[in-house]
């Protein structure tokens, strides 16, 4: 399916969805209709039992620049408050099922917050993460100091937010913004495989799973723990669970229904 600013494929291999920002000439700048088509590409995947993974990319030379300058420039706040675009990020936020970014070239701004929305990211080695908001006398304002500061810590964070450094891609696996740096050429296909080996499992345990640890970031230890333990009895009310230990003691490749 292709629509004006993204690709969208629901079966690029079995289980596994991609979402292609597709706004090369932009640098695949992020404006409200491409972020409308991302926010609708993703809750149509999200709600399609084929589905298990998701994967999201832009192209070798952007993932995203950010959010679109150009139609942001003459904004008022109130415009801003009456676009409401919090909405869409809110929703992208709510997806269920894992969505991994695959990342080349630039992801700054608002590209460097929807890669940090995402639940893991694998890079190719010309990835450069940044909040260069600075530079045009604003502020991240779609996570960029909530969840760079929780990912890279306060620090860099500070550096990245006050300073306009860029991170390259070797810099961000070192401060665990991202999982995996691989050559250009492969950092698509390293996604699939992730996807692949994650698309194998119980769609139920990697639902509850993919909540528990994002739980993590709200709440505290104990609350948690006790938001875990609920989700870890849960399984245990699944086919899947059933069919996951069975196998293993027959010694067979489970075959997970999401049920
Ligand atoms: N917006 C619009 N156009 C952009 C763009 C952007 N963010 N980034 C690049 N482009 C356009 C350029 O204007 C240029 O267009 P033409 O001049 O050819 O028409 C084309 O893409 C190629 O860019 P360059 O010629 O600049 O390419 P270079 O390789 O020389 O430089 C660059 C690449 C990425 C270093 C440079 O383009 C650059 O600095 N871009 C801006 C990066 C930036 O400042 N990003 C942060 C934007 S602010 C919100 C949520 C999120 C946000 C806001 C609100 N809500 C929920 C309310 C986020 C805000 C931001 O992201």
């Known amino acids: 399916m292709e629509n004006q600013f993204t690709i969208i494929t629901p079966q690029y291999a079995k289980h596994i969805a991609l979402i292609q920002i597709n706004r090369p000439k932009e640098l695949n700048a992020l404006n409200l209709e491409t972020m409308g088509e991302i926010r609708d590409a993703i809750k149509m995947l999200d709600a399609d039992d084929a589905v298990r993974v998701i994967i999201l990319t832009g192209n070798e030379k952007a993932f995203a620049a950010g959010a679109d300058i150009k139609q942001m420039a003459n904004k008022t706040a109130i415009d801003m408050f009456n676009i409401d675009q919090f909405t869409t990020w809110d929703t992208i936020k709510k997806t269920k099922k894992p969505i991994i970014a695959a990342v080349s070239g630039f992801a700054l701004g608002g590209g460097c917050e929807l890669v940090m929305i995402c639940d893991m990211v694998i890079a190719s080695e010309t990835a450069r993460f940044g909040q260069p908001e600075i530079n045009l006398a604003i502020m991240p304002g779609a996570g960029g100091t909530q969840r760079m500061t929780r990912a890279v810590g306060k620090v860099i964070a500070m550096e990245m937010v006050l300073g306009g450094r860029f991170l390259t891609a070797t810099e961000a696996l070192q401060h665990g913004l991202i999982n995996k740096v691989v050559p250009v050429e492969l950092y698509l296909e390293e996604a699939v495989l992730l996807a692949k080996t994650i698309s194998t499992f119980s769609p139920i345990a990697i639902r509850l799973a993919k909540e528990s640890v994002n739980q993590a970031f709200n709440s505290t230890l ?28 027959d010694k067979r490749k489970a075959d997970f229904k999401g049920r």
């Open 222 to 249: 104990d609350e948690g723990l006790m938001f875990e333990r609920k989700n870890f009895y849960m399984c245990f009310a699944s086919e899947d669970q059933k069919e996951g230990m069975a196998a293993f003691v």
